[in-house]
């Protein structure tokens, strides 16, 4: 009886019928990443040189970093977190450092909550580990000899309101310039590391930020919902169930979204249309030149992208579904097409 209540209860909200896309970000380069990092390094030492715990109010912040490198137990002294908009892209730094200048970094490029294989080249995850404050030597999550990255990251919560990060990671630290170098870093715990925000996506793109309403589903079948006898490839034509469907991008980068959609619900014998309101999908935004990315805040979360134009965004999705008429039976059915939403900012 699952089975049968699954198939007659299938939902069609846009989290469905988009389906995930992953934005593949490889136009920055590890330079701002270094300049961040060596200003997060250059606080924590002028603030232990004047006896304290923090830079006046700077990068160095609150949060508790652990590992284990090479079989030894590392606990920063610090947390050191920057969120800052660079080439048009999002860039979490956050740091572990301790007094003799031993650290752990990890760079995300448009973070989100999720698990990452992390290359040190070019990757939008980077891992980075350095012994002390006298060497150069910096051990890198990618193997120069195989060309392989050697990482894993796990963000595991990331609040963008209360501006802080959790997660794991562990990884095989290679010397870039010396392969034979190598220093194995598991058991990496972050957790609560804050960071301070100075990123401007929220003006990015003319001030993307603001409320969007759905203005057009259009789909390469056309329907009859509402049975007058027209089909109409724009499904706000045929029935109600997505009237004043909202997104609203806030300034923060968070963003809130209805959810509505089509059920066929079946009572036994018969089986009809229904319209469905279910609780709204919340989570975070980025701004890539014109693509706009969703990530809920469910477990797993949702990934989407949009293309931005103007006053409106939208997105295209190919052999999904909406709800239709077969054509032999008359019956309601799941009909397979392609689909373009329209989203137009109010």
Same mark, same amino acid.
């Given at each position: 009886?699952?089975?049968?209540?699954?198939?007659?209860?299938?939902?069609?909200?846009?989290?469905?019928?988009?389906?995930?896309?992953?934005?593949?970000?490889?136009?920055?380069?590890?330079?701002?990443?270094?300049?961040?990092?060596?200003?997060?390094?250059?606080?924590?030492?002028?603030?232990?040189?004047?006896?304290?715990?923090?830079?006046?109010?700077?990068?160095?912040?609150?949060?508790?970093?652990?590992?284990?490198?090479?079989?030894?137990?590392?606990?920063?002294?610090?947390?050191?977190?920057?969120?800052?908009?660079?080439?048009?892209?999002?860039?979490?730094?956050?740091?572990?450092?301790?007094?003799?200048?031993?650290?752990?970094?990890?760079?995300?490029?448009?973070?989100?909550?999720?698990?990452?294989?992390?290359?040190?080249?070019?990757?939008?995850?980077?891992?980075?580990?350095?012994?002390?404050?006298?060497?150069?030597?910096?051990?890198?999550?990618?193997?120069?000899?195989?060309?392989?990255?050697?990482?894993?990251?796990? *963000?595991?919560?990331?609040?963008?309101?209360?501006?802080?990060?959790?997660?794991?990671?562990?990884?095989?630290?290679?010397?870039?310039?010396?392969?034979?170098?190598?220093?194995?870093?598991?058991?990496?715990?972050?957790?609560?590391?804050?960071?301070?925000?100075?990123?401007?996506?929220?003006?990015?793109?003319?001030?993307?930020?603001?409320?969007?309403?759905?203005?057009?589903?259009?789909?390469? *079948?056309?329907?009859?919902?509402?049975?007058?006898?027209?089909?109409?490839?724009?499904?706000?034509?045929?029935?109600?169930?997505?009237?004043?469907?909202?997104?609203?991008?806030?300034?923060?980068?968070?963003?809130?979204?209805?959810?509505?959609?089509?059920?066929?619900?079946?009572?036994?014998?018969?089986?009809?249309?229904?319209?469905?309101?279910?609780?709204?999908?919340?989570?975070?935004?980025?701004?890539?030149?014109?693509?706009?990315?969703?990530?809920?805040?469910?477990?797993?979360?949702?990934?989407?992208?949009?293309? *931005?134009?103007?006053?409106?965004?939208?997105?295209?999705?190919?052999?999904?579904?909406?709800?239709?008429?077969?054509?032999?039976?008359?019956?309601?059915?799941?009909?397979?097409?392609?689909?373009?939403?329209?989203?137009?900012?109010?």
């Amino acid at each position: 009886m699952k089975k049968i209540n699954i198939m007659y209860k299938q939902r069609l909200s846009l989290a469905t019928i988009l389906g995930a896309f992953i934005l593949i970000f490889t136009s920055c380069s590890d330079e701002p990443v270094d300049t961040v990092l060596a200003a997060q390094l250059a606080e924590y030492n002028n603030s232990t040189a004047g006896g304290g715990t923090t830079g006046g109010g700077g990068t160095i912040v609150s949060g508790n970093f652990t590992a284990t490198v090479a079989g030894q137990s590392f606990v920063a002294d610090a947390t050191a977190g920057t969120y800052a908009t660079v080439n048009a892209s999002n860039v979490l730094t956050i740091t572990g450092i301790k007094s003799s200048g031993e650290y752990i970094g990890i760079q995300l490029i448009n973070p989100t909550v999720g698990t990452f294989v992390v290359n040190a080249l070019g990757g939008n995850q980077t891992l980075s580990y350095r012994e002390n404050s006298t060497t150069t030597d910096v051990y890198s999550a990618f193997n120069p000899t195989t060309a392989q990255p050697t990482g894993t990251l796990t *963000v595991s919560s990331l609040d963008l309101i209360n501006k802080k990060v959790s997660g794991t990671f562990s990884f095989t630290g290679y010397v870039l310039s010396n392969s034979t170098l190598t220093k194995q870093i598991s058991n990496g715990v972050f957790t609560n590391v804050s960071f301070s925000d100075t990123t401007t996506s929220g003006t990015v793109g003319g001030g993307i930020s603001g409320t969007y309403m759905l203005t057009a589903f259009n789909t390469s *079948v056309p329907t009859d919902l509402n049975l007058d006898g027209t089909a109409s490839t724009n499904q706000l034509s045929e029935t109600n169930c997505y009237n004043n469907m909202l997104l609203t991008l806030n300034s923060n980068n968070t963003f809130v979204a209805n959810s509505k959609g089509i059920d066929i619900v079946s009572n036994g014998t018969t089986q009809t249309m229904s319209c469905f309101t279910d609780p709204d999908d919340t989570g975070t935004w980025s701004l890539v030149g014109n693509t706009l990315t969703l990530t809920t805040a469910a477990t797993p979360p949702v990934v989407e992208t949009y293309t *931005v134009s103007g006053n409106t965004i939208s997105a295209t999705a190919n052999n999904g579904q909406v709800v239709g008429y077969d054509a032999v039976t008359h019956a309601p059915a799941y009909l397979t097409c392609n689909i373009t939403i329209v989203y137009t900012k109010q």
